[in-house]
């Protein structure tokens, strides 16, 4: 994990104190990540430098704790392997509480105390919402790694991209056929009350009616509650299926109160991970969930048909066969959307490598770079699948994953195409001034 000073821990990345001391960068007085005791000193070299905005703490804080892990791991690999452009990368890391207004604090301190190359790493929607515009104001690159449709919509800048995990609307487009052929025709929604929440209230519903199926009630849900008995009365008695996608700290309550309400009848349950990121599949209570779906953006159990490519991005964080921390059991991974920060690394490399990346100067050909991306092949940079950049829409499509809690562990059962997802939208951030 990284340590409180905001830069990654000597002895998470196997970097002794000595090699620290030799790669201090001149004048700077900054740690830099592993590899980069391997350049010279020439200002050519100097660190790439990326502000990665962590919610650290609030309800975002176990997403942040994966975040991180692959993080480090990626920037490892890369500096490994000769870093960006010939220089080395290093991370610097602000806790933005999983909160809108500090998150624009955030990004500003990044642009003008640390003064790093690009912003990095945002999850939920509200601080993604909060912060773009300060980016935008500051000619800021903003790579996030959320879920939401915000950037897809139009509604952000073009400074905000989002390339390297899918949205909310293409992941419900792929999910709902699925799901009205396997689960059944009347759903009923279970979901956050802010914007991550919305983008599947206003997406699932067109997308199962496309597939015969409907939606016959919404409950949204303050994602602050710590109790949930009093919303299941809503759920109408017709109900076939109970689409529910909560998250934040009282997870866990809100399927345990579930199964103690409708006991071994109820509707069939369709989850988003997103309910039961970094929590033990079999914790006690939720015996309720065997034989329940879920969709997944990156499967957290090994599968038996995983790619090299999977095995070596799974031993690069660490995680095991079952999703958590080698060694740590107790330390279930956010996989299902932790992998989008490998990826987006990945992307950002391949970008500042295509337009000659020197330094603050060349943020809008960075920007410019990373919009003319299109396909990316699944492999060691792509582990999670193969994906489609759309530059017009800063959005990337990808696969989705499908999978049944069957004995204690989710077994994918489904694997989508990135043509199931595609949408048509006018958007188009290229027209934008930069």
């Given at each position: 994990m990284p340590d409180t000073r905001g830069f990654f821990d000597l002895t998470a990345t196997g970097l002794s104190r000595r090699s620290a001391l030799k790669g201090l960068a001149a004048g700077a007085g900054l740690m830099a990540a592993p590899g980069f005791v391997r350049y010279s000193q020439a200002q050519s070299s100097a660190p790439i430098r990326i502000g990665f905005q962590s919610h650290r703490t609030g309800i975002g804080a176990t997403y942040a704790h994966w975040y991180e892990k692959t993080t480090a791991a990626a920037i490892k690999a890369i500096n490994d392997a000769g870093g960006i452009n010939g220089r080395p990368v290093e991370v610097v890391i602000e806790d933005d509480g999983t909160d809108a207004g500090r998150g624009a604090e955030v990004v500003t301190k990044f642009a003008k105390q640390h003064k790093t190359d690009i912003?990095?790493?945002?999850?939920?929607?509200?601080?993604?919402?909060g912060s773009a515009p300060t980016a935008g104001e500051l000619k800021m690159p903003y790579y996030v790694v959320s879920e939401g449709y915000h950037v897809a919509s139009g509604k952000m800048n073009r400074w905000c991209l989002q390339p390297g995990i899918?949205?909310?609307?293409?992941?419900?487009?792929?999910?709902?056929?699925?799901?009205?052929?396997?689960?059944?025709?009347?759903?009923?929604?279970?979901?956050?009350?802010?914007?991550?929440?919305?983008?599947?209230?206003?997406?699932?519903?067109?997308?199962?009616?496309?597939?015969?199926?409907?939606?016959?009630a919404k409950i949204a849900i303050p994602p602050t509650e710590s109790s949930f008995t009093k919303y299941f009365p809503q759920i109408p008695a017709e109900t076939e299926v109970l689409y529910h996608v909560m998250v934040g700290p009282a997870v866990l309550t809100f399927v345990k109160e579930l199964g103690e309400f409708y006991g071994t009848s109820g509707p069939k349950l369709f989850g988003f991970i997103d309910s039961l990121e970094g929590v033990d599949i079999n914790s006690p209570g939720l015996d309720y969930l065997e034989g329940s779906h879920f969709w997944e953006g990156s499967p957290r159990y090994a599968q038996p048909n995983d790619s090299d490519a999977q095995k070596a991005y799974r031993a690069a964080v660490g995680i095991d066969d079952n999703g958590a921390a080698v060694g740590d059991p107790k330390d279930v991974s956010t996989a299902g959307h932790m992998f989008g920060c490998w990826e987006t690394l990945y992307v950002i490399k391949k970008a500042m490598e295509d337009c000659g990346y020197k330094g603050p100067e060349d943020r809008a050909k960075l920007?410019?770079?990373?919009?003319?991306?299109?396909?990316?092949?699944?492999?060691?940079?792509?582990?999670?699948?193969?994906?489609?950049?759309?530059?017009?829409?800063?959005?990337?499509?990808?696969?989705?994953?499908?999978?049944?809690?069957?004995?204690?562990?989710?077994?994918?059962?489904?694997?989508?195409?990135?043509?199931?997802?595609?949408?048509?939208?006018?958007?188009?951030?290229?027209k934008m001034a930069l």
């Open positions: 912003v990095y790493g945002t999850l939920f929607s509200n601080v993604v919402v899918t949205d909310v609307r293409q992941q419900v487009s792929s999910m709902a056929p699925w799901i009205a052929a396997n689960a059944g025709k009347k759903v009923t929604m279970i979901y956050p009350d802010y914007a991550f929440g919305y983008d599947h209230r206003d997406f699932l519903p067109p997308a199962l009616e496309k597939n015969g199926a409907e939606v016959v920007v410019e770079a990373t919009e003319a991306l299109t396909d990316l092949t699944e492999g060691p940079e792509h582990p999670q699948g193969p994906k489609r950049f759309n530059g017009k829409l800063h959005q990337v499509f990808g696969v989705q994953y499908i999978s049944k809690l069957e004995g204690g562990r989710l077994n994918v059962i489904h694997r989508t195409s990135i043509e199931d997802g595609l949408y048509e939208s006018d958007v188009d951030y290229t």
